[in-house]
């Protein structure tokens, strides 16, 4: 694809190797070979816009501690310890070193650790190997790998109808006299 080739001595008249054209816009090729032995400089291809970026992952580490309301935007990997309450639009990953002690509202939980509390997540909830939930989880996709322990209710997808309701019970006879 490229090709090395250092530059000519002064006084030097060998013609350098030409290079093969490359796509993208401008004049159409043609059959006669560039002059590189020009000492005039070729403009810097512009650099294609860049994709918008990727949603940042916040991080908090074994070394963290928190208590209380924590809400975050996007995602969060979390391998310290919370204890409190855990809001968001985002995803949350639960790391192998992570202890929560909390109830979670998210769009997607990934369970490495231990949680002690329930889940609430409108997207899905993974639990993997080494996962320990004590709670109760809602939502739409579960998956459980091999080793992960769930000590809880799980409510998994919704329902295309309501659910009907149970027959009224008859009330009793009096005995008759």
Same mark, same amino acid.
């Given at each position: 694809?490229?090709?090395?080739?250092?530059?000519?001595?002064?006084?030097?008249?060998?013609?350098?190797?030409?290079?093969?054209?490359?796509?993208?816009? &401008?004049?159409?090729?043609?059959?006669?070979?560039?002059?590189?032995?020009?000492?005039?400089?070729? %403009?810097?291809?512009?650099?294609?816009?860049?994709?918008?970026?990727?949603?940042?992952?916040?991080?908090?580490?074994?070394?963290?501690?928190?208590?209380?309301?924590?809400?975050?935007?996007?995602?969060?990997?979390?391998? &310290?310890?919370?204890?409190?309450?855990?809001?968001?639009?985002?995803?949350?990953?639960?790391? #192998?070193?992570?202890?929560?002690?909390? #109830?979670?509202?998210?769009?997607?939980?990934?369970?490495?650790?231990?949680?002690?509390?329930?889940?609430?997540?409108?997207?899905?909830?993974?639990?993997?190997?080494?996962?320990?939930?004590?709670?109760?989880?809602?939502?739409?996709?579960?998956?459980?790998?091999?080793?992960?322990?769930?000590?809880?209710?799980?409510?998994?997808?919704? %329902?295309?109808?309501?659910?009907?309701?149970?027959?009224?019970?008859?009330?009793? #006879?009096?005995?008759?006299?």
């Amino acid at each position: 694809m490229f090709q090395k080739f250092s530059g000519q001595k002064p006084g030097d008249n060998t013609p350098l190797p030409s290079l093969p054209p490359t796509p993208g816009p &401008g004049p159409a090729p043609t059959d006669a070979a560039p002059n590189f032995t020009s000492a005039v400089a070729q %403009p810097a291809p512009v650099a294609a816009p860049r994709p918008a970026a990727a949603p940042t992952r916040n991080v908090l580490s074994t070394d963290v501690e928190v208590k209380g309301t924590l809400k975050f935007t996007n995602d969060l990997i979390v391998d &310290g310890r919370i204890e409190g309450e855990i809001t968001s639009d985002g995803n949350l990953t639960v790391g #192998e070193n992570a202890r929560i002690k909390s #109830e979670i509202r998210t769009s997607c939980v990934i369970v490495h650790g231990k949680v002690h509390g329930n889940i609430t997540a409108t997207n899905r909830v993974d639990l993997k190997a080494g996962a320990e939930v004590v709670g109760d989880i809602k939502t739409k996709i579960l998956s459980m790998e091999p080793g992960a322990i769930l000590i809880g209710k799980a409510t998994v997808g919704t %329902p295309t109808t309501a659910p009907a309701s149970a027959p009224a019970a008859k009330p009793a #006879e009096a005995p008759k006299a």
